[in-house]
């Protein structure tokens, strides 16, 4: 089939057409095809995904001890029982999404190797022309779709940030940023240092202790950290007693959820109270003698970032057994040993690892255009925080921070279901959000409030983000127990929304 592009005039072999078309076969692209498959069978689609297999951040991170810091009830999908210690690595993350991809003969749907490049809307054709690189020839192909549903994630891929260091190139050992670790990198009896205090080196830390000779945790200031035991006693009891998974599944998501609302409820209320909490829980394993309040208490309030499990308090029990321990301290230079400190202090190391966070990325920074006018996300508003006014028939599935993403996914998953059943209905193609009258003199707002929630890579790409308005549907809470039930009770026909 020859066509004309919406970007140009060529005639260009389309590789093939879909009714959607779901960028990323992570944890969300996987929710988006078991939705399509199982609402719409009669709708064609297909995922692409970059890379040579499933799973998003589960696959493309290889380092040691990579795994989830959020409980897989309610990380996994609902649709899915979970049936394992709640935290789990990476490679239990991606059997579950390998059997959630059989047990719903989702394969088929997937094409690995795709880079979307590009995406232009055509009002004209009413449906998008897609870029893509084939990556395993090189070939440039093109596909086209009715829907976009981008599942692309929140972070570049392409490598993590690493800050500018004075003299960091004189450092004659190896500078690792956790994206770049390979599987095979031999650390034994390497002194090593980590960068960063979030919950990739607090995984970190504690895989390489007792493999490497030494290991420094050096952070700028402290992160609150949430030690426990990976287990749900709910869980195990439910099962001792043949309670079937589904029903255990549901039970244990309902708990978590409760206990996390009620964390978050005491980080606003009380957040003195849930400081100490977290603090005596850090105390319990290192000892009243151990110096916490340098090390382990942060500046800001509770919940203002993503709070670190400690499954089993492994951090602990590795700098207690004296295979890690920690700096808090600022770094005035790189030198070819290793790392002079503000103190004055010299940390030498044969290894360097800078776990120090990601690039936000605004919609996998692929080309957007709309009837030939390119789309600058920061200039949209978006509607319940996954579609953008003025771009037709696309959505972008962006988690939780403080929840587990996937609880987010799936809410997305379903607004997205029942709006093509109203579309249907109504016998449309097109959903375009556009700002009503009575909304067009409304405050715009960042994406997230940097007061509420504020990890560096946010506030380092926080002004390419689309915006939020003040009123519904035009907010992007981060609130689950909000949107648990604003999603299934949207109307689709409260004029934010218009049909063609
Ligand atoms: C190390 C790490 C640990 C995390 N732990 C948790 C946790 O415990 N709990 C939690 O809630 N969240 C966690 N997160 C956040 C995490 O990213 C999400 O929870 C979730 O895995 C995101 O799934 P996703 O499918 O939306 O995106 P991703 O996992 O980012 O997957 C996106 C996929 O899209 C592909 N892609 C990107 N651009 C293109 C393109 N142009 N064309 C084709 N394909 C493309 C990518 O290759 C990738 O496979 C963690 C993040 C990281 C990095």
Known sequence: MSVATASSSVKTEIAGHFDVLVVGAGISGIDAAYHLKKDFPEKSFTVLETQ???????????????????????????????????????????????????????????????????????????QWYLTVEQLETGEEIFFTCGFLWMCQGYYKFDGGYVPDWKGKETFKGDLIHPMEWKEDYDYADKEVIVIGSGAAAATIVPAMAGIAKHVTMLQRSP?????????????????????????????????????????????????????????????????????????FTPTYEPWRQRLAFVP??????????????????????????GILLQSGKQLDADIIVSATGFKLCVLGDIEFSVDG???????????????????????????????????????????????FGHMKEKGSTVVTPALREEDKNMAS????????FNPGYMQRGLHKMPKQGDREPWIFTQDYDLEKTEFPAANPDDGSLLYT
Not at 74 to 86: H, M
Not at 312 to 337: Q, W, Y
Not at 390 to 397: F, K, L, S, T
Request: charged content about 30%.
């Open 52 to 126: 040579g297999s499933f799973g998003g951040t589960w696959e493309f991170h290889k380092y040691p001890g990579i795994r989830s810091d959020s409980d897989l009830y309610t990380f996994g999908y609902k649709w899915k029982p979970w049936v394992d210690a709640p935290i789990a690595s990476a490679p239990e993350i991606l059997k579950y999404l390998n059997e959630a991809i059989d047990e719903n003969a989702l394969r088929e749907h997937l094409r690995f190797q795709h880079q979307v490049k590009s995406a232009s809307w055509s009002s004209e054709d009413k």
């Open 223 to 295: 992160t609150y950290f949430s030690p426990g035991r990976n287990k749900n006693e709910l869980a195990d009891t439910l099962r001792d007693l043949d309670v079937p998974d589904e029903w255990t599944h549901e039970i244990v998501r309902r708990q978590v959820l409760k206990e996390g609302a009620t964390i978050t409820k005491l980080a606003f209320e009380q957040p003195e109270m849930l400081k100490e909490q977290l603090l005596n829980g850090v105390k319990s394993f290192l000892g009243e003698d151990y110096d916490v309040a340098k090390h």
């Open 312 to 337: 089993d308090g492994d951090l602990f029990k590795g700098i207690n057994a004296g295979d890690a321990s920690m700096c808090t301290d600022n770094i005035e230079s790189f030198n070819e040993n």
């Open 445 to 452: 707002l960042p994406w997230i409030d940097p007061d509420n």
């Open 373 to 419: 006018k390119a789309v600058d996300f920061s200039k949209t508003t978006t509607y319940r925080g996954c579609m953008f006014s003025d771009v037709p028939n696309m959505a972008w599935v962006f988690g939780y921070f403080r929840a587990s993403w996937t609880l987010r996914a799936d809410l997305i998953s379903e607004l997205l279901c029942r709006m």
